[in-house]
């Protein structure tokens, strides 16, 4: 008997295609679809495990949706990307796909300077902030806030052109660095907020957070770009229902769609104060963390999400045990020579994904990884102790090029 023509699956676009995205590519084969993945960088990793891959720009939402109507989709799911949430809701509303919040609520919710605004107004804990258009009105107002302040592009992540000033001396060339890569040519300045760093990561069917996963976060040689992530986390049980209340409460605001719910935030004082929030899937494989920790397949449930299908099945589930998600770093540019693994942990490797090659170009080693590693560990001590040396437990090592 002939095998049936894959094409007669229902089709679902995953805007994007990358190596952080293969989990969220593979759960929706397991449900049945026909993957199509797209991006402007054809040597992805994800494009090899999808079923089709077309060239588009996952950042460009009329690209998207010229795509989308092309190939006659059923259904889209936003890569680890912000821009991709964006184009992916843009796609949803104008092709009236459920699973999604609308294009405004969800362009209020991945522009830091409009979400600020909007946590502010109603009382969710965040940094004292504004929003700018050019470089002149930051500085005529940078006066009203208290230094230091952080100069933030209201639409990058993973620390891109994100600058610390310390007075008014260093304000304009942070704020010109903003500025320069921002897309949307918009820049936020926020007071800075001292504390330790966390992730949290919910799921809301209904309004309702019916799971929820806590993390420390760990950063290298780039103090804005998370290098890992491990759970449990130290955050006391009352920041973490505090947080539970704020997520419930934007979702009332904004009535917000089922699904995921992802805050990085700053713990101060024991109280949670939000700095980022987003509604897709978190890069580097966090998504697998969560899965490795509680047993929960995350990746499924965020795809079903986004298919707006039905959720009401998902349960919370604790953390069982002492994890930890790694990115292998180097500590300088050049040339990968190789990757070495302390002896003293490689019995904890439970899982990992790795693409480095010997020869590859390091041009930058603040933002460059070549794979990652998640481990388990018998205690909290253990668990804490080795997560603040492990990028010298398992490093890149780069020659002078």
Excluded at 14 to 31: E, F, H, T, V, W
Excluded at 122 to 134: C, E, H, L, V, Y
Excluded at 348 to 375: C, Q, R, Y
């Amino acid at each position: 008997m002939p095998s049936p023509d894959p094409t007669d699956k229902k089709k679902l676009l995953l805007a994007g295609g990358g190596y952080a995205d293969i989990p969220l590519i593979r759960a929706a084969q397991d449900l049945g679809f026909y993957v199509i993945t797209s991006g402007n960088r054809p040597d992805e990793l994800g494009h090899k495990v999808s079923d089709e891959y077309r060239a588009a720009d996952f950042s460009d939402p009329e690209a998207m949706l010229v795509l989308s109507r092309d190939l006659e989709i059923d259904a889209i799911c936003p890569c680890c990307n912000d821009f991709s949430a964006i184009s992916s809701a843009y796609v949803a509303e104008q092709l009236g796909l459920s699973g999604y919040d609308s294009y405004a609520t969800t362009r209020l919710i991945h522009h830091k300077d409009s979400y600020r605004k909007f946590a502010l107004k109603n009382g969710i804990p965040t940094p004292r902030a504004s929003g700018f258009d050019d470089v002149e009105a930051a500085l005529s107002s940078i006066d009203n806030f208290r230094f230091p302040l952080m100069s933030k592009p209201v639409d990058l992540t993973g620390g891109k052109g994100i600058t610390q000033i310390n007075n008014r001396q260093e304000a304009r060339d942070a704020l010109e660095k903003a500025f320069a890569i921002s897309k949307s040519g918009r820049v936020v300045v926020e007071e800075f907020i001292e504390g330790s760093r966390h992730g949290f990561s919910a799921f809301i069917v209904n309004g309702k957070v019916v799971f929820h996963f806590t993390d420390n976060e760990y950063y290298y040689l780039n103090q804005y770009l998370v290098s890992a992530a491990s759970t449990p986390s130290t955050v006391p049980g009352s920041a973490v229902q505090n947080l539970v209340d704020q997520s419930e409460k934007i979702s009332e605001l904004l009535s917000l769609e089922t699904g995921i719910f992802h805050v990085q935030f700053i713990l101060q004082n024991d109280e949670p104060v939000i700095v980022e929030i987003c509604r897709r899937p978190p890069g580097d494989l966090y998504i697998k963390l969560v899965e490795h920790a509680t047993g929960i397949d995350y990746p499924s449930w965020i795809v079903t999400a986004f298919c707006g299908s039905d959720c009401t099945g998902f349960n919370h589930k604790q953390v069982d045990g002492y994890y930890l998600r790694h990115c292998v770093m180097a500590a300088q540019s050049g040339i990968l020579d190789s990757v070495v693994i302390d002896s003293s942990i490689a019995g904890n490797i439970i899982d990992s994904m790795m693409w480095w090659k010997t020869g590859d170009p390091v041009e930058n080693h603040l933002v460059a990884k070549f794979g990652i590693v998640f481990l388990r560990f018998d205690s909290l001590d253990e668990l804490l102790s080795k997560s603040a040396t492990m990028q010298n437990l398992i490093r890149a090592n780069v020659k002078a090029a």
